[in-house]
C-alpha cells in the first residue's frame, strides 16, 4: 500500500529491509535524516544491527570498509564535505573490491559554503571506482537501494547511491515500500568470498609492486565495465518483483520521432518531464534518463541518441577549467563516429539554484543558436560579474 513518506525516512526503510548487520555514518546536512531513521528502527527494535557512532565521515567509512571485509552486510551515508573527507577510504573500498552501500544526499561543495543541492560531491568522486546509480525521485531511490546489495555482492564492487539532497531527501512523496518477503526472496544472505576468517588468514590491501598494479587496475576497470550486465539483471529481475524498473543503465521517454534530445540525471528528469507537457509548442524532445554514471554506459546512450541531430546535456556540477563533466564524456562515447548529434552541455542548478519549467522552450530555443560555447552555466547571471570573469 502507499504511503506518504519523506525520502529519508524511506530511504531508511529501504535499508532496513536489506537486513545490513554493520551500519556507521556521521551527521551532515542533507544526510542525517537518514541515518536518524536508522537509528530510530534500531531503537525500536524494528532492525537488529550495530548502529556504531563515529567521529568523523572518515571514519564511518573505515568502519563499513572493516565491517564489510569481515563478512558483514555494511552501510554508510555522507554529503558534500563529509563525502571529500571520506575520499581516501572510498578509494580503498573500491580497489579492495569490497562490496557495499552508501547513500549520497547530493549537496554543493564549498567554497563558499552552500548546504543546498547539486551533484558535484559524487562527480568529485566519480573516479574512485564505485558504480554510481542517480536517483529522478524517492521511489527509484527505494529500488535502487534494495538492487545495490545485489549489484555490489554479486560483482565485488562497491554501489554509491546517488539522491538529491533536500529535493529528495527532505520531500513527502507517494512511496510503495516493499515487503520484507519481497526483499528476502529478491536478495540472499550476505556472502564474501574473501572475508577475512581468523580460520583461514589472508591478507588483504597489501603492498602492490608496479610489476602487478596495472593489472590490478585493468582488473578493476574490466569489473566496472562488465558490471552493466548485473546492473540491468537486477533491475530487471526487481521489477518482476515489485512491477517497478528503474530503467537499467538509461531510459528514454518523449517523443520517439524528435531529432533533439536533452540528457540528464537525478530530480531534475521530473522537471523536465512536466516541462515537455507544459511547453508543447517548444517543440517535441527525447528526454534521456541517464541512470548509471559509472560505469558510463556507452553503447546504451549511442542507441538512445540513435536519429538525434542534437543533444542538449544538462548536469548539475562542472569541472572548472574544462566545462561539462558528462559532456566531456559523451562526446567521448561518439568519438570517430559520424553519427554524433550536436552537443549543447549546460550545467544548471548549482549550489541548488531553482531549475524552473520554463529551461526546456530556453533550452530549445538555444539549440537553434547556429554557434555557442562547448559549454555554459546555463542560469548564470553574468551581469553580476565583473568584466574580466565573464
Known amino acids: ?16 529491509l536489506c537486513r545490513p548487520q554493520v551500519v556507521a555514518a556521521y551527521p551532515i546536512t542533507p544526510q542525517t535524516h537518514i541515518v536518524e531513521n536508522i537509528s530510530k528502527l534500531v531503537a525500536d527494535g524494528k532492525l537488529h544491527c550495530e548502529l556504531i557512532s563515529v567521529e568523523s565521515e572518515f571514519s564511518a567509512a573505515s568502519v563499513v570498509l572493516g565491517a564489510a571485509a569481515a563478512g558483514s552486510r555494511a552501510y554508510t551515508a555522507s554529503s558534500s564535505q563529509g563525502i571529500l573527507l571520506m575520499s581516501e577510504v572510498l578509494y580503498s573500498i573500491a580497489g579492495l573490491r569490497i562490496p557495499l552501500v552508501l547513500t549520497c544526499a547530493n549537496r554543493a561543495v564549498g567554497a563558499p559554503l552552500s548546504i543546498w543541492n547539486d551533484q558535484q560531491d559524487s562527480m568529485a568522486v566519480r573516479d574512485a571506482g564505485w558504480i554510481q546509480i542517480y536517483c529522478a525521485d524517492n521511489q527509484e531511490a527505494v529500488d535502487a537501494t534494495i538492487q545495490a546489495y545485489r549489484i555490489a555482492e554479486r560483482t565485488e564492487l562497491p554501489v554509491m547511491i546517488c539522491v538529491d539532497g533536500f529535493v529528495l531527501t527532505h520531500t513527502l512523496e507517494q512511496i510503495e515500500m516493499p515487503s520484507q518477503e519481497q526483499v528476502d526472496g529478491f536478495l540472499p544472505d550476505f ?3 574473501r572475508a577475512l576468517n581468523p580460520a583461514n588468514p589472508i591478507s588483504i590491501g597489501t603492498l602492490v609492486s608496479p610489476d602487478y598494479f596495472s593489472e590490478v587496475r585493468h582488473s578493476h576497470h574490466q569489473a566496472l565495465l562488465n ?12 521489477a518482476a518483483v515489485s512491477g517497478r524498473s528503474g530503467g537499467g543503465l538509461l531510459s528514454v521517454e518523449g517523443d520517439p520521432a524528435a531529432k533533439v534530445g536533452i540528457l540528464s540525471l537525478g530530480s531534475v528528469i521530473g522537471t523536465l518531464r512536466d516541462a515537455l507537457g507544459e511547453y508543447p509548442d517548444a517543440g517535441p524532445a527525447k528526454l534521456i534518463k541517464l541512470r548509471t554514471f559509472r560505469p558510463f554506459p556507452e553503447e546504451a546512450l549511442r542507441e538512445a541518441c540513435a536519429g538525434l541531430t542534437d ?6 556540477a562542472l569541472s572548472p577549467g574544462s566545462g561539462g563533466i558528462i559532456g566531456t564524456e559523451v562526446r567521448a562515447a561518439f568519438a570517430g563516429r559520424s553519427d554524433m548529434p550536436r552537443v549543447h552541455n549546460f550545467a544548471v542548478g548549482l549550489g541548488g539554484r531553482d531549475i524552473p519549467l520554463d529551461i526546456y522552450p530556453r533550452l530549445m530555443a538555444a539549440v537553434k543558436s547556429p554557434s555557442g560555447a562547448s559549454f555554459a552555466i546555463f542560469d548564470a547571471n553574468l551581469d553580476r560579474l565583473p568584466e574580466a570573469d565573464r
Do not use: H, K, T, Y
Open 191 to 193: 556472502q564474501f568470498s
Open 1 to 16: 500500500m502507499p504511503q506518504m513518506l519523506e525520502g529519508s525516512q524511506a530511504l531508511a526503510r529501504a535499508v532496513a
Open 311 to 316: 543533444l542538449v546535456v544538462l548536469e548539475r
Open 227 to 238: 558490471a552493466q550486465v548485473e546492473i540491468q539483471s537486477a533491475d530487471a529481475d526487481w
